[in-house]
């Protein structure tokens, strides 16, 4: 049986080691801090990506993706802390999401994404009261409502033959 990882080998880890975004939809760089109903990543804006605007800003609206890959990691690493893996899981929806300004950021500017646990049913639902902040100040907040269901596979599959 090997050692129960320690959460600095846990956050040390490259993102993609945590959760399973590729591509353009990475979208956060690293865990900076994790604990068992908390997390904070860090992101840096794109100014050539695909959403950046015509001035290379983030849009207030990726929030909720920024918030849902955070949310990811989360439970990634409390799978991987307890000596498994996250199961698939879906963002049910936002309450409440709210965007203090129209852009998150411009190119090149850090970013810092909080996801803390409000909720976690052994059904698999989950909630997350989320923030996004540029240096001090807070850019977006919100609720967020995740599922992680048991068969995933089945569950996708129900959904597209409703």
């Not at 991987?80 to 929806?93: E, S």
């Not at 950021?105 to 996801?115: D, E, K, N, Q, T």
């Amino acid at each position: 049986m090997s050692p129960t990882p320690t959460i600095e080998q846990l956050i040390a880890q490259p993102i993609e080691a945590i959760i399973p975004h590729r591509g353009t939809m990475l979208l956060i760089d690293a865990v900076t801090s994790f604990g068992a109903e908390a997390l904070t990543a860090s992101a840096t804006v794109q100014a050539d990506a695909w959403y950046a605007d015509a001035d290379g800003a983030m849009p207030a609206w990726i929030g909720i993706e920024l918030m849902a890959q955070a949310i990811a990691a989360h439970v990634a690493l409390l799978a991987m802390r307890g000596g498994g893996c996250a199961r698939p899981g879906v963002l049910l929806g936002s309450r409440s999401y709210k965007a203090l300004q129209p852009a998150l950021a411009s190119g090149g500017a850090p970013l810092l994404i909080r996801a803390t646990e409000l909720l976690r049913s052994e059904a698999g639902h989950g909630a997350y009261e989320c923030t996004i902040h540029r240096e001090d100040v807070c850019c977006a907040q919100a609720v967020i409502k995740v599922f992680q269901p048991p068969d995933f596979q089945s569950f996708i599959e129900g959904s597209f033959s409703s």
